[in-house]
Antibody, heavy 126, light 110 residues
């Protein structure tokens, strides 16, 4: 059973960089055709996809956050990480890491998030 | 403002059947499959339905999904008190090149 666990500071000052790490257990982050994603949820609001990384290092980011986001992977530690720069109060949210699996049919693959971390609350405040 | 549109709330009594709708466009639901996630209070989202109507192992067959054109639906039959949660639809958007979510529907079991 794959498990994901987020870790990192729960409080970040405005204009600083938010840094989180997701540790994957129960399987190798390098095995299979999976992307590894970050998703966030402000209190009382919906889900917003931040970006993803493949174990090759290939990344995709949400255009609305692209200028501030960096996602990296450390396969030796079975971890992937998120950095979000120049944060403001609007970045306060629960941050989730998730595994993105493909459902492939007729040569086309459609992604879905099959495993999620428990989430970690990050508050941006001075 | 979410890209996919869901009703903010739904309700039903134990044993009833309820449906939750999800409306999108040709760039998302119209050309890609729909996934549904259940978020119990204070917990992370959990995959409920993938590829329009596929249930992961362990999800009861009381939950079913369907898609037609640019809309999708989640149906829950034999409603139980433990089904009280927020439900989110999601799909890849070919124009935005990101996965998009609905705003969520809060299901109350009366």
């Amino acid at each position: 059973q794959v498990q994901l666990q987020e870790s990192g500071p729960g409080l970040v000052k405005p204009s600083q960089t938010l840094s989180l790490t997701c540790t994957v257990s129960g399987g190798s982050i390098s095995s299979g055709s999976y992307y590894w994603s970050w998703i966030r949820q402000p209190a009382g609001k919906g889900l917003e996809w931040i970006g993803r990384i493949y174990t090759s290092g290939s990344t995709n980011y949400n255009p609305s956050l692209k200028s501030r986001v960096t996602i990296s992977v450390d396969t030796s530690k079975n971890q992937f990480s998120l950095k979000l720069s120049s944060v403001t109060a609007a970045d306060t949210a629960v941050y989730y890491c998730a595994r993105e699996a493909p459902y492939c049919t007729n040569g086309v693959c459609y992604p879905y998030f099959d495993y999620w971390g428990q989430g970690t609350l990050v508050t941006v405040s001075s | 403002q979410s890209v996919l549109t869901q009703p903010p709330s739904a309700s039903g009594t134990p044993g009833q059947r309820v449906t939750i709708s999800c409306s999108g466009s040709s760039s998302n639901i119209g050309s890609n499959t729909v996934n549904w996630y259940q978020q119990l209070p204070g917990t992370a989202p959990k995959l409920l339905i993938y590829s329009n109507n596929q249930r992961p192992s362990g999800v009861p067959d009381r939950f079913s999904g369907s898609k037609s054109g640019t809309s999708a639906s989640l149906a829950i039959s034999g409603l139980q008190s433990e089904d009280e949660a927020d439900y989110y639809c999601a799909a890849w958007d070919d124009s935005l090149n990101v996965p998009v979510f609905g705003g969520g529907t809060k299901l109350t079991v009366l």
